[in-house]
């Protein structure tokens, strides 16, 4: 008598697959999804950084000041050889 009253109480709690409309479960998965959706994009919008593209205009900009920039540090190096060289020299002449 306890087993068929425990077994009957089981089948109550759970509910059978055939009761369950095949509309309401296929909407729950759509809400799922969207759901899911949804808070991705909210987070991808909070989460971005401002996008920063780089127009071709001001990358020739960069390229002509890395030029620059290299022009200059040759002519610091040649600079700094005629320094040493002035320097060699005139540390000879003190012996």
């Known amino acids: 008598m306890e087993k068929n009253a425990a077994k009957k109480a089981f089948q109550n709690m759970k509910p059978d697959p055939e009761n369950e409309s095949p509309r309401r479960s296929w909407m729950i998965i759509f809400l799922g999804i969207v759901l899911i959706f ?11 950084p401002p996008v920063e593209s780089i127009d071709p205009y001001s990358f020739d900009q960069l390229k002509d000041q ?12 040649d600079e700094n050889d005629i320094l040493k060289d002035r ?3 005139l540390e000879s002449k003190i012996d």
């Open 66 to 77: 890395v030029q620059t920039l290299r022009q200059e540090l040759n002519e610091l190096k």
């Open 87 to 89: 320097i060699t020299e």
């Open 38 to 48: 949804g808070i991705t994009f909210i987070f991808q919008q909070l989460n971005d």
